[in-house]
């Protein structure tokens, strides 16, 4: 993996993650979060939104002027978005169901438009789908986190209605970690969202914080370990 494959894998993972360090697209982030099948549900339609479109992008950027690019890049990403929701709602109409009007709202998502006009509009196509991979899969991987969190803090289960997205089989995926007397709502109501956020954020920002202490510690330990010697 050359440079620039690193460098996209880094940002879109984590140094640059959608959700967690540019604060994009969290209204459905927020909304659909309360299972881990939904948010895993549309991180898949994400990705697949955010390669497609970011392929397309870089396909015909030098053939869009530049005065109407923003909105020619809207056209491709609602594009996609409809070949998602129509593909959802012929093979997996369950969960299009419980996602409701988030999987349209895909199209404005400020994280795919912004990949669209930073990266995809200036870079090859391989290169843009890339980026539109990692940056769909760290989306994803923040959606499937704070999905976790809430479903065990609000129901005590992880994968609950897993046959909404992988079909009857995945029934027997549903993990049942413990019961409720009395359900832990704020979980799974809106200000639990942005409380869950709220902890996942100032989680990668300790992490950041220790990286970077630990990296300006390591050069003052090995000065202090070298040592100086005279010639007489």
């Keep these: 993996m050359n440079t620039e494959y690193q460098t996209l894998a880094k940002d879109g993972l984590w140094e640059n993650n959608p959700a967690l360090v540019q604060l994009l697209g969290l209204c ?16 898949i339609a994400t990705i697949l939104v955010l390669v497609g479109s970011n392929i397309t992008v870089s396909l015909v950027r030098n053939w869009v002027p530049n005065e109407i690019r923003i909105p020619v890049f809207v056209i491709v990403i609602a594009t996609f978005v409809t070949l998602v929701e ?27 438009i912004g990949r669209a006009e930073a990266y995809a509009s200036k870079n090859n196509w391989y290169h ?20 976790a969190l809430r479903e065990i803090l609000g129901q005590g289960t992880l994968f609950a209605g897993a046959e909404l997205l992988l079909g009857e089989w995945a029934r027997d995926l549903k993990i049942q970690l413990f019961s409720f007397d ?12 942005f409380l869950g956020m709220g902890f996942l954020i100032a989680g990668k920002n300790w992490i950041d914080g220790r990286r970077k202490a630990k990296l300006a510690k390591a050069p003052i330990e090995k000065a202090q370990r070298a040592r100086v010697t005279t010639v007489n």
Excluded: E
Excluded at 128 to 147: C, E, K, N, P, R
């Design 28 to 43: 459905p982030l927020l909304a659909v979060t309360g299972t881990v099948t939904n948010a895993l549900g549309l991180g």
């Design 86 to 112: 129509l593909t959802m709602n012929a093979f997996t109409y369950g969960l299009f169901m419980a996602l409701g009007i988030f999987i349209p709202l895909i199209v404005t998502n400020c994280a795919i």
């Design 128 to 147: 843009s789908a890339f980026d539109g991979l990692m940056m769909g899969i760290g989306f994803t991987a923040v959606l499937i986190a704070l999905g």
């Design 182 to 193: 009395y359900p832990l709502l704020l979980a799974i109501l809106p200000p639990g969202a």
